[in-house]
């Protein structure tokens, strides 16, 4: 083998495991992250500057322990090419000829195993990591990776050999060698700290995404695609953490099966992070079962896979496949929004077919930062967006409480509601106190409520009561008012005036006939799959040459549609249905408690 900047002597054993415009500018940006990126990940090896050709065999394995292992001369062929399996001392060595003299003062000898160990070159000890003790309190552990300095001087022409001497009594009893290297330091640390640096910048976007997310989740808007696309963010840098810090911590080697089990972890609820936000995120049906399938069989494979490096790649393989098809399906079915996913997502799936392990060791970071980028900025511009839309509500809001005020206080409904009073005092003077009285409680009552941006239920139904109590009279109907709840203690509530305005509607479009009829609001708090909602529904009798406003138009719904916006977002729901000559309006909208 001959020796560049960088040359493999043996590796074996499991490794570390106005929107148009704004979308083009944002996907360029992006574009020049990912071409950035890539250069980094994949950094040129630097040519060789060393006058040493170095050929090497196979490491050969021996448990057991004897400082005539160490010499050049004693005969090996009895020892095996496999690992020894023991909790006691055991040795490796290598045979290597040196072709030509003279090797550059900046090669080393970097080694990555389970134990303490001391280097022996000819039978002179070179090097040690940690300790090699008798028992495991003697010894003292080792850095997984160490690299030893070699001195060109004692590399001259012909056959030499390298020889570990290990003990092992921190590790469990797995493989322990994973691989040793002749590497030229210099060169090796620019190949690796461009990439290191890279990827642990990202690692802080992502976590400042994640904390973004969650203050988004824990102070603004409870969605629950906020709070998953924290966590993935968090887990994705806890990924990139794990992994990339081998390259500027060398934590002792009893924690590297520790480290291996953790990144197994992470990937497995990655695994689960990810299609669970795009379910949330595409409004798929059946998330649940979905998630529930996808856990047992990450579970599965983290229960049936031995090795670590296979575990995390075919987690990742799974995890990318079940995410694409679920952007597939969203895609077919025309959710807006999941076009930059794919992009994303193809960031994984292209390397994935072709890299193998490399995949897992670099490309599947690549790809996953590319792809959560992709997620935080798409989830930024709709959280931009729909803070514009709330403001736009807002500004409509307080411009329809300003015209249903001066609707309740204009000239005309006053006139008419004491022209009325006056009838029914002159034809029932206790009828028409009665009617004053009412009137009065209602303006009370309304502009106690109007300027506050929600109320109690039970004070915007006492409200509807009097405005069906006093309509009544001025009608000369009997207007009969129900309600039939099965929560509206403590902390319900609900912006001001959404009933009241539904009732007035109720009154002003339904049929009640010569003899009246009946006015019901029914109050329930339902269970569905994104929390609780409370549901309120007012139903009145109509006709159909009657018929009432339609969700679209009308100031009424209008009003309630702002509120409803101002106070809730999206999150909320308005429905219209009609049989048998009843009239139903529901709303439903989140709700604090169940």
């Known amino acids: 083998?001959?020796?560049?900047?960088?040359?493999?002597?043996?590796?074996?054993?499991?490794?570390s495991g106005d929107r148009d415009g704004s979308l083009k500018r944002t996907n360029s940006v992006l574009l020049?992250?990912?071409?950035?990126?890539?250069?980094?990940?994949?950094?040129?090896?630097?040519?060789?500057?060393?006058?040493?050709?170095?050929?090497?065999?196979?490491?050969?394995?021996?448990?057991?322990d004897s400082m005539d292992w160490a010499v050049r001369t004693f005969d090996d062929s009895a020892w095996s090419f496999d690992q020894p399996v023991t909790d006691d001392h055991w040795w490796c060595r290598i045979h290597v000829e040196t072709v030509e003299f003279g090797l550059e003062e900046s090669l080393h000898l970097r080694a990555r195993m389970l134990g303490a160990w001391e280097l022996y070159l000819d039978g002179r000890l070179i090097g040690r990591n940690g300790t090699v003790g008798t028992s495991k309190e003697s010894e003292i552990p080792g850095a997984y990776t160490r690299a030893i300095p070699l001195d060109p001087?004692?590399?001259?022409?012909?056959?030499?050999?390298?020889?570990?001497?290990?003990?092992?009594?921190?590790?469990?009893?797995?493989?322990?060698?994973?691989?040793?290297?002749?590497?030229?330091?210099?060169?090796?640390?620019l190949d690796e700290f461009p990439t290191t640096v890279l990827f642990m910048s990202l690692a802080g976007l992502l976590v400042f995404g994640s904390v973004f997310f969650?203050?988004?989740?824990?102070?603004?808007?409870?969605?629950?695609?906020?709070?998953?696309?924290?966590?993935?963010?968090?887990?994705?840098?806890?990924l990139l953490v794990l992994e990339f810090s081998k390259f500027f911590y060398h934590y002792p080697y009893y924690l590297h099966r520790t480290r291996l089990i953790l990144i197994s972890f992470d990937t497995m609820i990655i695994g689960i992070l990810l299609p669970a936000f795009l379910l949330n995120y595409a409004s798929i049906p059946g998330k649940r079962q979905i998630l529930g399938f996808q856990a047992l069989i990450l579970a599965t494979m983290l229960l049936v896979i031995g090795n670590f490096d296979r575990q995390c790649l075919f987690m990742q393989r799974e995890t990318i496949g079940v995410s694409m098809a679920i952007v597939v399906w969203g895609l077919w079915k025309r959710r807006s929004g999941l076009v930059p996913v794919l992009l994303g997502l193809s960031a994984c799936f292209a390397p994935m077919l072709f890299t193998g392990m490399r995949f897992a060791d670099r490309w599947l970071f690549l790809g996953f930062v590319i792809l959560v980028l992709l997620l935080v900025v798409q989830a930024t511009r709709t959280v931009a967006e729909r803070y514009r839309e709330r403001q736009e509500a807002l500004a409509r809001a307080a411009s329809l409480r300003y015209e249903l005020l001066q609707k309740r206080i204009q000239p005309h409904f006053l006139m008419n509601s004491l022209a009325t009073a006056i009838s029914w005092i002159e034809e029932n003077p206790s009828s028409g106190i009665q009617m004053l009285r009412t009137l009065a409680r209602e303006l009370e009552a309304f502009f106690r409520i109007g300027e506050r941006p929600s109320i109690p239920a039970t004070e915007e139904l006492e409200l509807c009561r009097l405005h069906a109590a006093t309509m009544g009279y001025m009608l000369d109907r009997k207007i009969e008012f129900t309600v039939e709840v099965s929560d509206l203690g403590g902390s319900a509530t609900l912006p001001p005036g959404i009933l009241l305005t539904l009732v007035e509607n109720a009154i002003t479009h339904g049929s009640f006939g010569s003899t009246g009829g009946e006015i019901h609001i029914r109050q329930e708090t339902i269970e569905e799959t994104d929390g609780w909602r409370q549901c309120y529904e007012v139903t009145n009798p109509f006709s159909t040459s009657n018929t009432p406003c339609r969700p679209g138009g009308g100031q009424g719904l209008t009003y309630i549609r702002s509120r409803l916006e101002e106070a809730y977002g999206q999150d909320w729901a308005l429905e219209v249905a009609s049989a048998d000559g009843i009239w139903a309006t529901q709303i439903r909208f989140r709700s604090t408690h169940p």
Request: charged share 15%; with cysteine; net charge neutral.
């Open 1 to 15: 083998m001959e020796l560049g900047a960088r040359s493999e002597v043996c590796s074996a054993g499991p490794g």
């Open 214 to 238: 969650l203050l988004l989740y824990g102070f603004a808007e409870r969605r629950p695609a906020h709070l998953l696309l924290g966590l993935l963010c968090s887990a994705v840098a806890t």
């Open 153 to 189: 001087l004692a590399w001259t022409k012909g056959h030499h050999v390298l020889a570990f001497r290990v003990s092992s009594f921190h590790a469990a009893r797995i493989s322990r060698y994973h691989g040793v290297a002749f590497v030229d330091l210099e060169a090796d640390y």
């Open 32 to 64: 020049a992250v990912l071409l950035f990126a890539v250069a980094l990940a994949n950094p040129l090896t630097a040519s060789s500057t060393s006058a040493a050709d170095l050929r090497s065999g196979q490491f050969l394995f021996q448990a057991g």
